[in-house]
T-cell receptor, first 111, second 112 residues
């Protein structure tokens, strides 16, 4: 069965410091990974997906199949980045969009 | 509205009572997902609908939990004989064939 692991429940960094949110996965098929974000009092929303190779709000994530990782990075954290971040893996059996989520990392950016 | 909506936004109930949570997906979205979000457990998958059928119910934690979807649209998640450990935020998401999941605001359930 597929699994997504986010080892850090809480990550606190200072404004302007680099941020790396870790995500590891296990899946027998061809992986497709996503990062979702939930700001305080807002709904969960898609941040980025690896197939798009995009940078959203300064965040990037590279799929490393050798290390089975999809870490989320930002070179200079901003206070508005404080949120809950979930890594997710698309899997077969959940329709075209079925996802398995990690337990999430609460990112706090200190001023 | 254009997004996924859920009702009620908050529900407080007494242990042992039944509750119904409603999800209105984005119009035209064929797939619908229910999740439970709680501290320390993250986002737990509960059930997935394709149209009105549920190919994957593997995440339902017990037989007290059930869900249905009618008309390929609205879905109801029912929890019978609620327990305190059922307290959580219940999220619904809908999608259209590979365009990704769009989430509702959630229903916060508190079981006293």
């Amino acid at each position: 069965a597929q699994r997504v692991t986010q080892p850090e429940k809480l990550l606190s960094v200072f404004k302007g410091a680099p941020v790396e949110l870790k995500c590891n996965y296990s899946y027998s098929g061809s992986p497709e990974l996503f990062w979702y974000v939930q700001y305080s009092r807002q709904r969960l929303q898609l941040l980025l997906r690896h197939i798009s190779r995009e940078s959203i709000k300064g965040f990037t994530a590279d799929l490393n199949k050798g290390e089975t990782s999809f870490h989320l990075k930002k070179p200079f954290a901003q206070e508005e980045d404080s949120a809950m971040y979930y890594c997710a893996l698309k899997y077969s059996g959940g329709g075209a969009d079925g996802l398995t989520f990690g337990k999430g990392t609460h990112l706090i950016i200190q001023p | 509205g254009a997004g996924v909506s859920q009702s009620p936004s908050n529900k407080v109930t007494e242990k042992g009572k039944d509750v119904e949570l409603r999800c209105d997906p984005i119009s035209g979205h064929t797939a619908l997902y229910w999740y439970r979000q709680s501290l320390g457990q993250g986002l737990e998958f509960l059930i997935y609908f394709q149209g009105n059928s549920a190919p994957d119910k593997s995440g339902l934690p017990s037989d007290r939990f059930s869900a249905e979807r009618t008309g390929g649209s609205v879905s109801t998640l029912t929890i019978q004989r609620t327990q305190q450990e059922d307290s959580a935020v219940y999220l619904c998401a809908s999608s259209l064939e590979g365009w990704g999941q769009f989430f509702g605001p959630g229903t916060r359930l508190t079981v006293l």
